[in-house]
Nanobody, 121 residues
Framework: QVHLVESGGGLVQPGGSLRLSCVVS????????MAWYRQAPGKQRELVAR???????NYADSMKGRFTISRDNAKNTVDLQMNSLKPEDTAAYYC???????????????WGQGTQVTVSS
């Protein structure tokens, strides 16, 4: 019912930029929060940035000032603009959404399939 498709990952030099995009498709649901998480090999999945339905944002400390999350509620998309990338940003990045199935008023949460970001010289 809820499908997330991510794009934009790839290989980039340190100091470079990437823009990740997540498109949410389906019907019968409303979206509350949208977020990006990442997981590096051998590490826990961690929050990168989150944006509420009203547009308020929060970021992990290491990403503040470098990453920007945004959403388009009309298009059901959430983007992550990543600047000044560092090797330690290398990870699989996952889109996340939560919300409500409107007909049944039940909550849901979904993860995207992940897109790999590799920062290396």
């Amino acid at each position: 019912q809820v499908h997330l498709v991510e794009s934009g990952g790839g290989l980039v030099q340190p100091g470079g930029s990437l823009r990740l995009s997540c498109v949410v498709s389906g019907s019968g649901f409303s979206i509350n929060g949208m977020a990006w998480y990442r997981q590096a090999p051998g590490k826990q999945r961690e929050l990168v940035a989150r944006i509420s339905s009203g547009g308020s944002t929060n970021y992990a400390d290491s990403m503040k000032g470098r990453f920007t999350i945004s959403r388009d509620n009309a298009k059901n998309t959430v983007d992550l603009q990543m600047n000044s990338l560092k090797p330690e940003d290398t990870a699989a990045y996952y889109c996340y959404v939560d919300g409500t199935f409107t007909r049944y008023s039940s909550r849901y949460s979904y993860w995207g399939q992940g897109t790999q970001v590799t920062v290396s010289s």
